[in-house]
């Protein structure tokens, strides 16, 4: 889990939110030259999670909230 959650920042560096919303479980596996079977289920836990964060930075951005 801890691979894929850094791989997908890696990913997502120099994107706009806009693209780095579109990455995908594909594209994270592809990264990462694969898993394990047991531990594909980690690539939807970090696109999930990352892309619940991007939401949420988005909604404060659009509120002007900080991004603290």
Do not use: D, M
């Not at 919303?21 to 289920?41: A, D, V």
């Not at 404060?60 to 603290?68: D, T």
């Amino acid at each position: 889990t801890t691979a894929c959650g850094s791989a997908i920042t890696i990913l997502a560096k120099n994107k706009t939110l806009n693209q780095a919303q579109k990455i995908t479980r594909s594209q994270l596996l592809n990264f990462l030259n694969g898993l394990p079977e047991s531990h594909e289920h980690c690539t939807k836990l970090a696109v999930k999670t990352f892309k619940k964060s991007l939401k949420s930075i988005n909604h404060k951005s659009n509120q002007g909230g900080n991004h603290e």
